[in-house]
């Protein structure tokens, strides 16, 4: 009896964790795929979790008791997973040694396709027919056993896997740095985990012999080894493609673990085992799983939230922990332009509801110009007239709560920055209330209005304040040339390239030149996306120095210029022509600098519709700018052959 219970025990512990194997391979499938899609070693990484996922998801849909028929079913269908993972593994070695820059001359590409050829021959043979594996009945349960093709099936997969450790091999010693070699190292110890969780070990067992207690303990050991394995497996692999830094995809990589498979194997843990321990405690096994798996996340969900800085600060950031908190900090601190808007209408309702007032508004002071951005009641009116109160700014200057300025029937005060001795007193918006009669305030109203100017001059000055961070990091963020894909190059030897390949420097990549762009329109008239952009670092750049007296800037602006004029088509301009519509946005965003709302009615469009097209505009210039790259290398690459020739 005792031994019976240990059996079952040992049966639902090795469940459980095929289980687990296919949660932590799916999951890693799925964040390979969304991921680093673009990447040659995700795609082939894919193909192997694939194989993995397949071969463990009919273990278990057979251990959930299903008929014998539909057990032969699943047990041939995992031959899918079984059969293509010996040449999933060498696609993903031979795509490692790519990656390190020994490329196919077309032998390795022949040789990977001849093997998912055979691997597809396998998946027929098992599916079709029984010359590989043949139905027998064990321990009163159908099973597979070996048939004569099975020996060629294991010399096939140990051939494959040699295959596959020479290549790691030979891509480890192409590693130039301590870190991509100390990777592939990791790549070598776990690449034939998958192999030996998908191998059919229990074809060559005597009937009944994989439920034996020592089959059963090997065979649950060996799926703690595969679970721990793929996930080790999964952190080498998580770095190639990648466009971040190293430290964001480890974070990445954490977090996913965390929330992603480790929950779903406390799920699966849960229900397999609440189902066997209800029956002790006399309990519904169906109601109390339910309670049991909401208690156990809720409550997973809370550790990994009190784990996690921890972790960070370990096994992530170590002794960049401090800065990195600094700038986590900030963005914890910084409210968006619609919270800080939110946070002013609230101030306007409040005093509107203390004065007894019908109309309150803000303005902000944008290049010496007014700009309605928060209004209520009648102060609605004044939106559509916000120019009118350039005229006021001069009688601002002396207003005060005791005397505001009256305007139209408002009372005017001015607002000025709350921080700093240089541009303490400035003045960067207008508070208008409505009067409530045409004298001054009374003592009691001037308290109010104090107070109210006070709290809207300081959310003001915060969202001046942000306006100019924000700039600040669009200017900035895209100068940051260090880069995984960058790095690629120092990381591994040179790229094998034939000898009659010109020798041309290589295009920048589109999506940094897209950035890079971006940021140079925003700062056009000077600013950081300007002053340190990598565009000054472009041939065209360089060869438009001499006509603008060698200053980078003024270059840049100059090559900005021609291709926005590559924008604009022929014949009369017409602001409602969508052939118009990629250079008028440039133009009067950018080159004359108008507000999205003027240039949206300009254009006759909604603000989300503008914003669509300014990014399509962006990237219509950045593809500008690289055909012009490329003529200018070309015409540099034949200046150098013709003074060489000479």
Same mark, same amino acid.
């Given at each position: ?48 979790? +694939? ?10 849909? &057979? ?33 490692? #040694?790519?990656? &390190? ?21 396998? /998946?027929?043979?098992?599916? +079709? ?23 060629? +099936? ?8 040699? +295959? ?109 085992? &609440? ?17 049991? /798996? ?11 939230? #009190? ?107 001015? $607002? ?53 961070? /924000? ?32 020798? #041309? ?75 118009? $519509?990629?250079?008028?946005? $440039? ?22 519709? $503008? ?36």
């Amino acid at each position: 009896m005792t031994s019976d219970l240990f059996v079952s025990f040992l049966d639902l512990m090795n469940e459980t964790l095929a289980a687990a194997i296919v949660i932590v391979a799916a999951s890693l499938l799925l964040y390979t795929i969304t991921r680093n899609a673009h990447d040659r070693v995700a795609r082939a990484s894919a193909m192997v979790l +694939f194989a993995v996922t397949t071969a463990y998801v009919c273990d278990v849909l &057979t251990g959930l008791r299903p008929t014998d028929e539909a057990v032969l079913r699943l047990l041939r269908a995992q031959w899918l997973g079984i059969a293509l993972a010996p040449a999933a593994l060498v696609h993903l070695s031979d795509a490692l #040694l790519d990656t &390190t820059g020994l490329p196919s001359r077309g032998r390795r590409s022949r040789t990977l396709r001849l093997m998912y050829l055979i691997g597809t021959a396998f /998946v027929i043979a098992a599916m +079709f027919s029984d010359i590989l594996v043949g139905p027998i009945e064990s321990a009163g349960r159908p099973a597979l056993r070996a048939m004569p093709l099975m020996a060629v +099936f294991a010399a096939y997969t140990v051939v494959a896997s040699g +295959f596959a450790l020479i290549n790691v091999e030979r891509a480890r010693r192409r590693c130039l740095t301590r870190s991509t070699r100390r990777r592939m190292g990791y790549l070598e110890i776990a690449l034939l985990t998958p192999i030996v969780g998908v191998f059919p070990f229990s074809a060559f067992f005597a009937p009944g012999g994989e439920f034996t207690t020592g089959a059963l303990v090997l065979v649950i050991i060996a799926n703690i080894f595969v679970v721990l394995m793929l996930l080790f497996l999964a952190y080498p692999l998580s770095f190639f493609g990648s466009r971040i830094p190293d430290r964001a995809v480890k974070a990445d990589l954490l977090r996913m673990v965390l929330r992603g498979p480790a929950t779903g194997m406390l799920i699966v843990a849960v229900l397999f085992f &609440t189902s066997r321990a209800t029956r002790i405690f006399g309990l519904v096994s169906s109601e109390f799983a339910v309670f049991a /798996v909401v208690t156990v996340v809720l409550c997973w969900q809370w550790i990994i939230d #009190l784990m996690l800085p921890l972790l960070d600060r370990w096994l992530i950031y170590g002794e960049e922990s401090e800065q990195f908190n600094k700038i986590q900090k900030l963005n914890r601190q910084l409210l968006t332009r619609a919270d800080l808007l939110s946070l002013m209408e609230g101030i306007l309702a409040q005093a509107r509801n203390v004065l007894r007032t019908s109309g309150a508004f803000v303005a902000a002071l944008t290049d010496s110009t007014p700009e309605v951005i928060s209004a209520t009641g009648r102060g609605h009116d004044i939106e559509d007239r916000a120019s009118d109160l350039s005229g006021a700014l001069g009688g601002l200057k002396i207003a005060t709560v005791a005397q505001p300025l009256l305007w139209e029937g408002f009372w005017l005060l001015p $607002l000025s920055r709350q921080r700093g001795l240089i541009n303490g007193g400035q003045m960067i918006g207008v508070l208008g209330l409505q009067a409530t009669h045409d004298s001054a305030p009374t003592a009691d109203e001037m308290a109010v209005i104090a107070r109210v100017r006070r709290r809207v001059a300081r959310a003001l000055d915060d969202m001046l304040l942000q306006s100019e961070v /924000v700039a600040a990091l669009e200017g900035l963020l895209p100068q940051f040339a260090t880069s995984r894909e960058s790095n690629r190059e120092d990381e591994y030897q040179p790229r094998s390239t034939p000898a009659a390949e010109p020798n #041309l420097p290589a295009l920048p990549d589109r999506d940094q030149i897209v950035e890079q762009v971006q940021a140079a329109l925003r700062h056009y008239y000077g600013g950081p996306g300007m002053t340190k952009s990598r565009l000054l670092d472009l041939a065209v750049v360089r060869r438009a120095l001499e006509f603008n007296v060698n200053e980078p800037v003024r270059a840049l602006r100059s090559v900005l210029d021609r291709a926005i004029e590559l924008q604009r088509p022929p014949g009369e301009r017409d602001w409602r022509s969508q052939d118009w $519509l990629i250079y008028n946005i $440039l133009d009067l965003r950018y080159i004359k600098k108008q507000r999205v709302r003027e240039v949206a009615n300009r254009l006759y469009m909604s603000d989300a519709n $503008l914003y669509r097209k300014q990014n399509l505009a962006i990237e219509a210039v950045a593809d500008s700018l690289l055909r012009m790259e490329a003529d200018a290398l070309l015409e540099e690459a034949t200046e150098s052959e013709s003074k060489s020739v000479l």
